[in-house]
């Protein structure tokens, strides 16, 4: 079936450090790619998104690009910040409507 | 413009009861998604509401049913509680029709206790 992989955390990085957050998919076709985050007690907020091969998806400084030939949606951020603590889950979903199949989870501190 | 919103916040309950989850859509959603996310996993899809009708449904028993009302406001009610049934469940809502992206938007959850 259709499943979501993430590195695994915690990732801990000083403030302005670069950060990537590797994930990969198995699916079949060309599934959409969403990267959510979840902050301490809060729901899901959509970060970015792709729903092609080799789009890039960015917002508030984080982007990641569809690449189809690795089946990867790498997360990337050149200079974190204390706020940007929080966990971030990769996810991809087949057709338009359909549900989500979220990865794990990678949480990810960043101390000042 | 309010959110998707869920009630309550926080349950707890005893083994073997029943519980019942409440969700309201963002406005001008017609779509209600329930998810459960275990502590430190990733959320699984529980099933799917359009047009007050279950349209998709992952794989959980049937210990766990829904509702959706014609305002788009759903339920979901969990049977016979098990202590593994703890867990932070999430609705999400979307707009199905093509003129919409399809994204779901999530709510905070309603964080339930199993003793």
């Known amino acids: 079936g259709d499943s979501v992989t993430q590195m695994e955390g915690p990732v801990t990085l000083s403030e302005e450090a670069f950060l990537t957050i590797n994930c990969t998919y198995t699916?079949?076709?060309?599934?959409?790619l969403f990267w959510y985050v979840q902050y301490p007690g809060e729901g899901l907020q959509l970060l970015l998104k792709?729903?092609?091969?080799?789009d890039k998806g960015s917002n508030k400084g984080f982007e990641a690009t569809y690449r189809k030939e690795t089946t990867s949606f790498h997360l990337e951020k050149g200079s974190v910040q204390v706020s940007d603590s929080a966990v971030y889950f990769c996810a991809l979903r087949k057709q338009y409507g359909q549900n989500f199949v979220f990865g794990p989870g990678t949480r990810l501190s960043v101390l000042p | 413009d309010a959110g998707v919103t869920q009630s309550p916040t926080h349950l707890i309950k005893t083994r073997g009861q029943q519980v019942t989850l409440r969700c309201s859509p963002k406005s001008g959603h017609d779509t209600v998604s329930w998810y459960q996310q275990a502590l430190g996993q990733g959320p699984q899809f529980i099933f799917q509401?359009?047009?007050?009708?279950?349209?998709q449904r992952g794989n959980f028993p049937d210990r766990f049913s829904g509702h959706q009302f014609p305002n788009y406001s759903s339920e979901l009610n969990v049977n016979a509680l098990l202590l593994g049934d703890s867990a932070l469940y999430l609705c999400a809502s979307s707009w199905t029709g093509t003129s919409g992206t399809g994204e779901q938007y999530f709510g905070p959850g309603t964080r339930l206790t199993v003793t």
């Open positions: 792709a729903t092609k091969a080799d």
């Open positions: 699916a079949t076709g060309y599934p959409s």
């Open positions: 509401y359009y047009e007050e009708e279950e349209r």
